[in-house]
């Protein structure tokens, strides 16, 4: 199992930016108010996800990238003008609200960098300041009426070679949703004249007078919540925490690395649940959690297909609800695979019942009220985000083929958060951040 560091400041990577520009809808556009879903609402969410997608330096005559892919924007943004829009949060019952007006765009900034993509291996193994290459939150124009929920930047490095990176509002799209924005903006890039998917916005479907599942009975028994509250007050502590000194790092995790830990379980189990499991546990010895308190697992389990009515194809806002598993630190420590996995599935099985997303719809729209702030954790929890089935590396062909790398640029503050990422040569490229004198040990339980 290899490792791809992102922390230290030793690389040879300059980035030089041009001015922030504000790129336009190329058509006229609603001037409208849009409300949200309960789902977007949820004040653990608002944030702007920061991902950057590498290409290599094209084999074709193209133009200017970053003009190129201005207009490109230009023309997606007729269809998504939602996302050239203000978002705030109204002062009297703290919901979000999107304000989009004639004249208004996205902020767009042209960059350069003196070195090569192959010289930094196409950021496989990326050990430099990785917040050069995207937008900062700080070049996003705030005005009186909110905040820019989508930024972009485009790098172009000296072999020809091109990063492209997007900020864009967790409230306004998750991770499906972000990609069928960046696939639809892509396709006008290659030459296209609409998008393969027309967005449709539909955000009254997933509130809580609008919402049911198919084909599910109600039941007696309350649905299986995890109450946070309750995980927090006893969350178990590190003795690596708090500190300054955090990485981040990719660890690579081999096809075969995966059939060994699903040797070690008798059951039928998928590469997520036992992945999951296994990193869920690594991370715990790790950090070494005190034994008598409470550490969480957190996953994002999609509702897309499973709601009714059904969602739209197009549907781009998010659609998910959180499955939660909480052990004692020590009990996980020493626990084999097996029970650990038996969790996860009932989790993801709760899921999906009516009345476990109907109690999710109401546990938010609490937090609404309470206006809770999302804030990083201590090392106690871990929330996946799985981003391997949303075709981020498909080959979206605009004269440099499809992106050779994506990665997410998750603030070192909000070290709970772990990704899994999909791997050309087969496995799981799985990004986690950990105080540095943690990851070593994290690198050693790794292994299978």
Known sequence: ??????????????????????????KPTPEVSLSLSTLDNDPYIETLAKTIYVYAPSSKETQDPASLLREALSHALVYYYPLAGKLHRRSDDNRLE???????????????????????????????????????????????????????????????????????????CDGFGASQFFKAFTEFAAGKTHPSIIPVWDRHCLTSNNLNINDQTEEEQAPK??????????????PYTPTNDMVCEILNVTSQDITQLKDKVTEDVTTLEILAAHVWRARCKALKLSPDGTTLFGMAVGIRRTVDPPLREGYYGNAFVKANVAMKAGELSSSPLSPVVKLIKEAKREA?????????????????????????????FMLLTDWRQLGLLDEVDFGYGGSVNIIPVVPKFLSDIC???????????????????AMDDLKKHMNP
Request: aromatic share 4%.
């Open 98 to 172: 999107l304000k989009c007006a004639p004249g208004e765009g996205v902020p767009f900034v042209k960059a350069a960098a003196e070195c090569t993509l192959s010289s930094l291996n196409y950021l496989e193994d990326m050990d430099a300041d990785l917040n050069q290459l995207v937008p900062t939150y700080e070049a996003v124009p705030v005005a009186s009426g909110g905040y820019s929920v989508l930024a972009l930047q485009v790098t172009v490095f000296a072999c020809g070679g091109i990063t492209l990176a997007t900020a864009l509002s967790h409230s306004l």
């Open 225 to 238: 919540l995890v109450d946070f509250a309750e995980a927090c007050s006893s969350a178990a502590t590190s």
């Open 419 to 437: 990704v899994f990422l999909p791997r050309k040569q087969g496995g799981v490229r799985v990004l986690v951040t950990l105080p540095k004198t």
């Open 352 to 380: 999906l019942k009516k009345r476990y997303v109907s109690e999710q719809l109401k546990e938010t729209e609490k937090s609404l009220k309470m206006k809770v702030a999302c804030q990083g954790g201590k090392g106690a």
């Open 1 to 26: 199992m290899g490792s791809q560091g992102m922390s230290s400041s030793t690389s040879p990577l300059v980035v030089k930016k041009s001015q922030v520009v504000m790129v336009q809808p190329s």
